[in-house]
């Protein structure tokens, strides 16, 4: 156990529709990042958070958004979902810009 | 873009060493990682090393890195069932933020 949470571990959704992923960081981590895993792109970055302030982006489509709360728990959002959105989101946690943990992941089916 | 590659499987017979490859292209790298992902699990950190070492013991693991080459081992001694897995080799650079950028795996299937 990493000691980073993620909820809900399955999500079963519809093209078109909104949902939001949950990350709970390590206690005492300050950065939070998000991941996309899928079969075509494998594990992609998507997004960064320090400490309430988003850090570094990557391959992260427009209709994702995501921040960090003031109790450092972060969540992300996809809207307009497609198909091809289909994927394991996986959160990650540091206490600073180091060595990352990793959550159990998020199952999103889009049908 | 950085890029990380890693052969797609490797299979090898229980109580065997088994060693694992990657190859990346950032230069600026500053750790590398590897993790471990088993069938629906999330990602387990394995052990990483720092970009100026060439080589880190773990227990059962050593990790050895060519820095001239870009070339980063991942070296499981008397490998058990219990390790097949898919392995992700990672690199990070600091002056991104701190992001991850992964390998497409390798799957290990050990042989009783």
């Known amino acids: 156990d990493s000691g980073v949470t993620q909820t809900p571990k399955h999500l079963i959704t519809a093209t078109g529709q909104r949902v939001t992923l949950r990350c709970s960081p390590r206690?005492?981590?300050?950065?939070v990042y998000w991941y996309q895993q899928s079969l075509d792109q494998g594990l992609q970055f998507l997004i960064q958070?320090?400490?309430?302030?988003?850090?570094a982006k990557g391959n992260i489509l427009e209709r994702f958004s995501a921040q960090q709360f003031p109790d450092l728990h972060s969540e992300l959002n996809l809207s307009s979902l497609e198909l091809g959105d289909s994927a394991l989101y996986f959160c990650?946690?540091?206490?600073?810009?180091?060595?990352?943990?990793f959550g159990p992941g998020t199952r999103l089916t889009v049908l | 873009g950085e890029d990380v590659e890693q052969s797609l499987f490797l299979s090898v017979r229980e109580g065997d060493s088994s060693v694992i490859n990657c190859t990346y292209t950032d230069s600026s790298s500053t750790y590398l990682y590897w993790y471990k992902q088993e069938p629906g699990a999330g990602l387990q950190l394995l052990t990483y090393i720092f970009s100026n070492m060439d080589m880190k013991q773990d227990q059962r693991l050593t990790v050895l890195l060519n820095k001239k080459d870009k070339h980063l081992s991942l070296r499981i001694a008397d490998t058990q069932t219990g390790d097949s897995a898919i392995y992700f080799c990672a690199e990070s650079n600091n002056n991104a933020g701190n992001m991850l950028t992964f390998g497409g795996g390798t799957r290990l299937m050990v042989k009783p």
């Open positions: 958070y320090y400490n309430g302030e988003e850090r």
């Open positions: 206690s005492g981590d300050l950065s």
């Open positions: 990650a946690s540091s206490v600073g810009e180091d060595t990352q943990y």
